[in-house]
């Protein structure tokens, strides 16, 4: 059964940092992709970065470049996005999705399966 599970969402001030955590089990982590993206009330589910399990190769939102950073530990299987000079606009509920294709993709239509969220509040 494909599981992922999101942690370390929370409550911070504007300019503070948080750390989110994937971790994902049910399938070769190793072979896939798996995406961060983000859903803020009345707004679209946007993309904000993916990473390749299989080469390692990344992406990044332009509203993020710079701010956040995507890593992966391939033995625990679970993938990270550190999060720093948080801003309120980055308030949202924040999804890890995988891909079942060994490259990063941008669109939520890409993904085939979803973790519940973590909700991330930047007060400013």
């Known amino acids: 059964e494909v599981q992922l599970v999101e942690s370390g969402g929370g409550l911070v001030q504007a300019g503070g940092s948080l750390r989110l955590s994937c971790a994902a089990s049910g399938f070769t982590f190793d072979d896939y992709a798996i995406g961060w993206f983000r859903q803020a009330p009345g707004k679209e589910r946007e993309g904000v970065s993916c990473?390749?399990?299989?080469?390692?190769?990344?992406y990044y939102a332009d509203s993020v470049k710079g701010r956040f950073t995507i890593s992966s530990d391939n033995a625990k299987n679970t993938v990270y996005l550190q999060m720093d000079s948080l801003k309120p606009e980055d308030t949202a509920v924040y999804y890890c999705?995988?891909?079942?294709?060994?490259?990063?993709?941008?669109?939520?239509?890409?993904?085939?399966?979803w973790g519940r969220g973590t909700q991330v509040t930047v007060s400013s």
């Open positions: 990473i390749s399990n299989n080469d390692g190769s990344t």
């Open positions: 999705a995988v891909r079942f294709s060994p490259e990063v993709g941008v669109q939520p239509y890409e993904y085939d399966f």
